[in-house]
């Protein structure tokens, strides 16, 4: 809950982020939203709401699953690390094999 919460929160953030990229002029994060609000209403800060909140589940999981399958692996390799160390390595492994998922899906969010 707490994820999806994040989500709506910093969308309008990223929009703005995806809105300034896809200028061909210099702009301002001001000017950018002030013209959004202006052209478009409130509630065009969150365009595209749906596609982060249906993917956040099932992207969230396969983190998670990987940290815990990570630290398994980690504890039983090396049984003597502590579980900070385990949770930190554990945590640093399932983030870098995410980037595989979230790299591509923000590209094609920012192309579309």
């Known amino acids: 809950m707490s994820n999806i919460a994040g989500i709506i929160a910093g969308h309008p953030l990223d929009t ?16 950018c939203l002030y013209e959004t609000l202006t052209n478009e209403g409130f509630l065009s800060l969150w365009k595209g709401l749906g596609a982060p909140l249906v993917g956040a589940i099932p992207l969230n999981t396969l983190v998670f699953m990987a940290t815990e399958y990570s630290k398994r692996t980690l504890g039983f390799y090396y049984p003597q690390m502590s579980s900070a160390n385990s ?4 945590g640093s492994m399932a983030g870098v094999m995410s980037l595989a998922i979230f790299v591509p899906g923000d590209l094609l969010k920012c192309r579309a």
């Open 16 to 31: 703005i982020r995806v809105r300034m990229q896809m200028e061909t002029r210099k702009i301002t994060t001001r000017h």
């Open 87 to 90: 949770s930190l390595i554990a």
